[in-house]
């Protein structure tokens, strides 16, 4: 993926993948192993575009409906009839319930989960100014529980086999796998991100109901699956332009240094720093840039004292021991300020 520091969150996705797993298991739903098989193969393409965001149930699940139903046309191809096979023995109502319930997940883990360690960047505005961004990078792994044919996979002597109407149905662990990956620079990170995922579960929600009219007119999975992708993209398109009419959430202030990365383990997070805050003084001194404020810190060598404006316009101080051999930036990522230097005799 394009950022080195993308992240397997394990245990919201643990979390999420049972939720799955017990409303699959409830409705008695099963798949096929080549259907695995397909799903699998699709995921892999869409790992080679290299976009995080792609690698989603709701490309890979919609292009398998939308297989489906352009099946017909493809099978005067021979390469097709392997991948025929397999959508024909495939119950178009389970994948679109699945397609559903991924897109609420999808949207429950951005929510909560997407805003935590995003990695701040600094680039170049277009009024060739330095300004800091954040970019969120995700790719969960649900272990959702489905149920196949017994037989089909081999299993140990005592994996557990169930029989539902004289059929034996063997569990299988199958990974979901949902990346997530925006930028955020007119806004906080958390909100913007929090807001994206609201919406992605508004859209889940909407297409539960969808599915409940596929059970009775299967055809409309086709419109559940284009419905979801073109939404999902509408969704990305908004918030990219509404991110580039906004100023720039993290850019010079003449209140003082706006903090756009905290490093994890540091003295600036012992000092429960947060993105979005302002340090506007130094051991007593106000700063207005990053030069200010190593500089300032500097003369205390051994004490670092901040006074920080929160969220809300009130200020509140920060201390912290410096220690000999401890990193003199003690963890703090600032917008950077550009200097001109001038030659001398």
Known sequence: MENADLLIQFFPALLMGLYISIITILLGITFSNNWFLLVSALYFLFV????????????????VVLLYFIAPILREYEWFSLVD???QQMDIRAVSLLLALSLIVEGCLIRLNGPVYTSPRLEKSKRGKW??????NRL?????????PAGIIPTFEYWPVFSVNEISLQPVLFPLLIGFQLQVRGSHPTNAIRRYGQSILLVGLAAILLVIAIYYVPWLAIILAIGTVIAREVLTFMHKKR??????????SPKGCVIVGVLPGSPAEKMKLTVGETIQKVNGMHVSNEHEFYERLQLNSAFCKLEVLDFDGEVRFAQTPLYDGQHHQIGILFVKE????????
């Open 48 to 63: 080679l575009t290299l976009r995080t965001r792609f690698v989603s149930p709701t490309y890979v699940l919609g292009l």
């Open 85 to 87: 096979v397999v959508l």
């Open 131 to 136: 300004v800091g961004y954040h970019e969120a």
């Open 140 to 148: 969960w792994i649900l272990p959702v529980i489905a149920f196949v």
């Open 243 to 252: 991110d580039e009419v906004q100023s720039p959430y993290f850019s010079s």
């Open 338 to 345: 550009e200097h001109v230097w001038q030659d001398t005799i």
